[in-house]
């Protein structure tokens, strides 16, 4: 796909939603693990982004890393109003709930995929934070660091950590088995 150049040598804005609604609607969505309250969501971040689009600076941060920041803070700011993206207390106890054919998706009949949906469950909410980053994403060690705060080793230490919480949860399986 050839891009088509902007103001400053930038990438169009509808270049740079095509090239990146999947990653950020999958952040959400492993934030979430609901669709509608996502779609809702993914369309607030992409209207904010077009709205400020002719702000980014390429020089300061990547494309991703910057859509990332506008779909990290959306969501906070979410919580923070209590509204239609709730934290939900999803401790191990918490068993499997069959979605509605109205509310997710037909993928999630496949036992693969809700045993993945699953282990997502059981993350905290920083968890789900880090493999959507990683695995949804796939941005590297100092992308993430730069959304979260922290140097890129910290980053690699919170992911090996991670996957072993994994593996114990399904008793061997790695996530990286189901993603």
Request: with cysteine.
């Amino acid at each position: 796909m050839k891009k088509a150049a902007g103001a400053a040598g930038k990438e169009s804005f509808s270049v740079v939603f095509e090239e990146h609604y999947s990653g950020i609607y999958n952040y959400i969505y492993a934030r979430l693990l609901h669709r509608e309250r996502t779609e809702d969501l993914v369309s607030d971040i992409f209207l904010k982004a077009m709205t400020h689009y002719d702000s980014y600076d390429p020089a300061k941060a990547s494309v991703k890393t910057w859509l990332t920041n506008i779909a990290r803070n959306t969501l906070i700011d979410e919580y923070r109003r209590g509204g239609r993206a709730q934290v939900f207390s999803l401790d191990a106890d918490t068993e499997y709930v069959e979605p509605s054919a109205e509310d997710e998706y037909p993928i999630l009949q496949d036992p693969v995929n809700r045993e993945a949906r699953s282990i997502l469950q059981k993350l905290t909410d920083a968890e789900r934070e880090l493999v959507s980053m990683i695995y949804f994403q796939h941005m590297s060690n100092p992308e993430i660091g730069e959304v979260l705060g922290i140097n890129a080793k910290a980053v690699s230490e919170r992911h090996r950590r991670l996957l072993s919480k994994c593996r114990k949860l399904e008793k061997g399986k790695s996530l990286l088995d189901f993603l």
